[in-house]
């Protein structure tokens, strides 16, 4: 028989090696989140800025310029000085740029179940990878002073020194902003259509699809048990996000035309309003 001593020995050990691979998960790499990614996506591309497509910032359909750049770089936060304004940051800015590339197989053909979006802004590059049959999502953000046109890819030996860890992207809560799709829609990024298919935008409508996001050190997206007239078409999309542009509980059929033009109905406002109730139990 094994001795009491000897239990508590192997217990301990046992309880070290746990803890030691708890710790080293939540020490994961960019890489390693890069590559748990394309288990799911597959071949991650070489992401870059250069291209991406500059969306339009006019008033009156007629190009904007707000001057020289800040430090959120060149715009105002006045949703009425532009026609399609962002919903949060700065409402009108200038030279925001956004990417579309198709999902790969490993044998280099396409994979039309994944798509990647890059955002570009204020000198960053996001992208989020989806794959529409599953909902699986990852994100991933490059470092602060990288050069967004050439940050390296998944194969390039620096690939960690130019993006951010896991858990550093996961600290912004990119669930709390894309809670109700891995897509967020606005008049600004619905001016654009995908140029290998302009018969669609070129951020992707994903409905109400099912949608989880990749990497342990990721929350999923809140969910409700609110079931009612709103629930069974649209999945919630809390507003305490957005700072210039009224999206709603509800994740609504794009394009927009503009902020005004947005259908404030009065349809099922007892069903809205137990939607807004919930939202205000998450704190977010």
Same mark, same amino acid.
């Given at each position: 028989m094994i001795s009491n001593l000897k239990l508590i020995t192997l217990s301990s050990i046992f309880?070290?090696?746990? =803890?030691?691979?708890?710790? *080293?998960n939540n020490k994961r790499t960019a890489l390693d989140h890069a590559y748990a990614c394309q288990d799911v996506l597959g071949p991650l591309p070489n992401f870059s800025c250069a291209d991406a497509i500059e969306v339009p910032t006019t008033k009156n359909g007629a190009p904007v310029n707000f001057g020289p750049a800040g430090d959120e770089g060149s715009g105002s936060a006045n949703p009425d000085d532009c @026609?399609?304004?962002?919903?949060?940051?700065?409402?009108?800015? *200038? +030279?925001?740029?956004? $990417?579309?590339?198709?999902?790969?197989?490993? @044998? $280099?053909? %396409? !994979?039309? @179940?994944?798509?990647?979006?890059?955002?570009?802004?204020? +000198?960053?590059? +996001?992208?989020i990878g989806h794959k529409y049959s599953t909902g699986e999502t990852c994100f991933f953000s490059i470092l602060d002073g990288q050069d967004n046109n050439n940050p390296p890819g998944v194969n390039d030996a620096n690939y960690n020194n130019g993006w951010m860890s896991p858990s550093i992207v996961a600290q912004d !809560?990119?669930?709390?902003? #894309?809670?109700?799709?891995? =897509?967020? #829609? *606005? &008049?600004?990024?619905?001016?654009?259509?995908?140029?290998? @298919? *302009?018969?669609e935008l070129l951020v992707p409508i994903t409905g109400n699809g099912p949608y989880s996001i990749i990497g342990q %050190?990721?929350?999923? &997206?809140?969910t409700t048990s609110v079931q009612n007239s709103c629930t069974s078409c649209h999945r919630p999309q809390c507003t305490q996000h957005f700072e210039n542009y009224p999206l709603d509980e509800l994740v609504m059929p &794009? &394009?927009?035309?503009n902020a005004t033009d947005f259908d404030h109905s009065s349809i099922s406002n007892a069903d809205r309003q137990a939607l807004r109730d919930w939202c205000q139990t998450l704190n977010l």
């Open positions: 309880l070290l090696i746990v =803890f030691s691979c708890q710790k *080293t @026609d399609c304004p962002w919903a949060f940051g700065l409402a009108c800015q *200038t +030279g925001n740029r956004v $990417g579309r590339y198709s999902g790969l197989n490993s @044998d $280099g053909s %396409e !994979n039309s @179940d994944v798509v990647f979006i890059t955002f570009c802004r204020d +000198g960053g590059l +996001g992208v !809560n990119c669930q709390n902003c #894309h809670m109700a799709s891995p =897509f967020l #829609h *606005t &008049p600004a990024v619905d001016q654009l259509r995908n140029p290998n @298919d *302009t018969s %050190e990721f929350s999923q &997206p809140h &794009p &394009p927009f035309e």
